[in-house]
């Protein structure tokens, strides 16, 4: 009897010891899926915006005026639409919306700085009293996605 006893003592520690392993187990597979899902979400996928055609910006103002950001010297089309409710850049041919920032600055009179969509934010930012402009491009975990220098008109400018 005495020797089942420590026998059966040890089966039982070593049941507990094996509780515990499968919880070490748990917790280092929910860091590890916790770790992986961080990475993703932390992923940035670069973006190129696309010219937004001539007939889409007319369409686009029918509310509002505003300001067009070109890259460059400005030769390449117009990439950001900034009005005073809305602003718009088109990706992979779709047209995307986004919100104007009413906290932000005014780059002009109703059109302001920063505009947030649902995936992507940007801001809009004069570098000269020529038209010089920066535009940055941001997903939603900050991560900066397209960044150019070009040239910005506005309704109203004779630049």
Request: proline letters at 4%.
């Amino acid at each position: 009897m005495r020797a089942i006893l420590p026998i059966s003592l040890l089966l039982a520690l070593a049941a507990c010891g094996g509780a515990n392993d499968d919880q070490s187990d748990k917790t280092l597979s929910n860091k590890a899926a916790t770790e992986i899902v961080k990475q993703v979400n932390d992923a940035s996928v670069p973006i190129q915006p696309e010219p937004i055609l001539e007939h889409e910006i007319k369409r686009l103002r029918f509310r509002s005026a505003g300001c067009v950001f070109s890259p460059g010297s400005g030769g390449h089309g117009a990439m950001v639409l900034a009005m005073k409710e809305a602003g718009y850049m088109k990706v992979d041919g779709e047209m995307i919306r986004f919100a104007a920032d009413s906290g932000s600055p005014e780059i002009r009179p109703g059109v302001r700085s920063r505009y947030f969509g649902t995936s992507h934010w940007f801001r809009l930012s004069f570098t000269d009293k020529a038209g010089g402009a920066h535009l940055t491009v941001g997903d939603h975990a900050d991560n900066i996605v397209f960044d150019a220098e070009g040239k910005v008109w506005c309704d109203g400018d004779n630049t």
